[in-house]
């Protein structure tokens, strides 16, 4: 099974991609997360991607495509996967059509995680992750078991991320309704798109995603 899931920044795609991969299998890919990790390894496109981020802008089409284009090609995505964070453009989205369609994958599902701002601001502002498993958490609505250890690993250190701030938030916002929003349209037209409410606890949200993928894959 393939799966998008589309949403504003904070939306809980991340932890829904999380969740959906552990119980059917799939693996998640989130180009935010791959971009990140190219940035740490401080490589040429991480550099780009970089200034990019902290500004709340979209990384160039080409850089993102390029990067999972890759990645589905490696042999662990046979059995499926759940994008996360990609496509965000139309020209994304096309690209991924072309790629779908040469390593005869099927796409069976878009997801689209509807979330008021005023509560994406809050759920952003108190995210945080894992520094070695990369597990995501929320101060209040999603704290470790025990407080400092991470639930998956046991691992004491965690971080926050730099684009985690009002003033990008903001930025970030922009972009989606801008570049991205246009997508909903796109994959109704396809026939293969299902909105749910993101505004539930994140069991309800999971629940939910399941029911839209059963109505849409099923
Ligand atoms: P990316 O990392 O994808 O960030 P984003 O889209 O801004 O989304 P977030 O990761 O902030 O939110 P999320 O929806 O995953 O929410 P989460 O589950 O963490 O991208 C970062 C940047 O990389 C972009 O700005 C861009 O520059 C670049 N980029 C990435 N992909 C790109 C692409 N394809 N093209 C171009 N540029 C690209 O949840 C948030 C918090 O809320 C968590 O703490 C969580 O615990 C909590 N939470 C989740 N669900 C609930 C719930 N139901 N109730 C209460 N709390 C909840
Ligand atoms: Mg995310």
Redesign the pocket.
């Known amino acids: 099974m393939n799966l998008i899931l589309l949403?504003p920044?904070?939306?809980?795609?991340?932890?829904?991609a999380e969740a959906l991969a552990a119980r059917h299998g799939l693996i998640q890919l989130?180009?935010?997360?791959m971009?990140r990790a190219t940035v740490k390894a401080g490589t040429e496109i991480g550099l780009k991607a970089d200034a990019?981020?902290k500004g709340?802008?979209?990384?160039s089409d080409d850089i993102?495509v390029r990067i999972i284009k890759e990645r589905i090609a490696e042999p662990d995505c046979e059995n499926g996967f759940i994008l996360?964070?990609?496509?965000?453009?139309l020209p994304?989205a096309a690209a991924l059509e072309k790629m779908l369609k040469a390593a005869k994958h099927r796409l069976d599902a878009v997801i689209e995680l509807k979330v008021d701002d005023k509560v994406l601001v809050a759920?952003?502002s108190?995210?945080f992750s894992c520094s070695k498993c990369s597990a995501?958490?929320?101060d209040t609505?999603?704290p470790t078991k025990v407080r400092g250890v991470c639930d998956t690993c046991g691992s004491k250190e965690f971080t926050r991320r730099a684009?985690d701030n009002a003033e990008t938030v903001q930025a970030?916002l922009m972009?989606y309704y801008k570049e991205t929003s246009p997508l909903i349209g796109y994959y109704f037209a396809k026939g293969r798109l299902e909105s749910v409410d993101?505004m539930?606890?994140?069991e309800k949200?999971g629940a939910d995603i399941e029911l839209a993928i059963e109505m849409l894959a099923g």
């Open positions: 949403g920044p904070g939306a809980g795609k991340g932890t829904q989130s180009t935010g997360a971009l990019v981020m709340g802008g979209l990384v993102v996360d964070g990609f496509p965000r453009t994304q759920r952003i108190g995210r995501g958490y929320h609505f999603k684009d970030r972009a993101g539930g606890s994140i949200v």
